[in-house]
């Protein structure tokens, strides 16, 4: 089956623009994941999505990041006046949830998201 | 909160040789612990997972990791590398069914022929 899919693959913006990315996740997952990965670390959390709602969004680093998944599959994470430090590569992962657990997450290619 | 040690930014083997890939972890109580691979402008692969049960877990591409609860540790091997395996791997830490990740630095491991 497909897997987790994520648009643009690459993202060019200029300094203080609004930029949406946006995760397509495996079929039947309930569970979407946000992550951010600079260069030479690993990912860092960001947001995670139960069904339609944000269960746990600690890891988004102020107000200029938000996420949305109005109908439980498709995610779209927002990003609002970009700044040099936004650079990242962003993932979005999903997996099953609740009874029968714990799932493992499944990750997409990621967008590599460049602020000039 | 948990946290994820890998020690070694950095391997180099010769093809044929055997690996360990180091990984140390702090959390309070029995943790999910995870190897993904990430080959370049690619998506994190999950090589294995330890959720509970037998301490030796086996995974895909003749990966296996160990879980020692006593030195808080779930290192990653293999007994002869491939050109194929070169790529980042990364150790992570889930606390809870379905939470999110914590991921260590990752080592970066290089083939040599």
């Known amino acids: 089956g497909a897997g987790v899919s994520q648009t643009p693959s690459n993202k060019v913006t200029e300094k203080g623009k609004y930029v949406e990315l946006r995760c397509d996740p495996i079929s039947g997952h309930t569970a979407l994941y946000w992550y951010r990965q600079s260069l030479g670390q690993g990912p860092e959390f960001l947001i995670y999505f139960q069904g339609t709602g944000a269960a746990d969004d600690s890891g988004l680093p102020n107000d200029r990041f938000f996420a949305v998944r109005p109908e439980g599959s498709v995610s779209t994470l927002k990003i609002q006046r970009t700044e040099r430090g936004d650079s990242a590569v962003y993932l979005c992962?999903?997996?099953?949830?609740?009874?029968?657990?714990?799932?493992?997450?499944?990750f997409g290619p990621g967008t590599r998201l460049t602020v000039t | 909160a948990q946290s994820v040690t890998q020690p070694d930014i950095h391997i180099t083997v010769s093809e044929g040789a055997s690996l360990e890939l180091r990984c140390n972890y702090s959390y309070g109580a029995t943790p999910y612990l995870f190897w993904y691979v990430q080959s370049p402008g690619q998506g994190l692969q999950l090589l294995l997972k330890y959720f509970s049960g037998d301490t030796l877990v086996q995974g895909i591409k003749g990966f296996e990791a160990e879980f020692k609860r006593s030195q808080s540790s779930f290192n990653l091997r293999k007994p002869s590398v491939h050109w194929s395996d070169a790529a980042e791997y990364f150790c992570a830490v889930g606390a809870n069914a379905g939470n999110m990740l914590t991921f260590g630095g990752g080592t970066r491991l290089m083939v040599k022929p």
């Open positions: 992962a999903s997996s099953f949830a609740g009874a029968g657990g714990p799932y493992e997450q499944y």
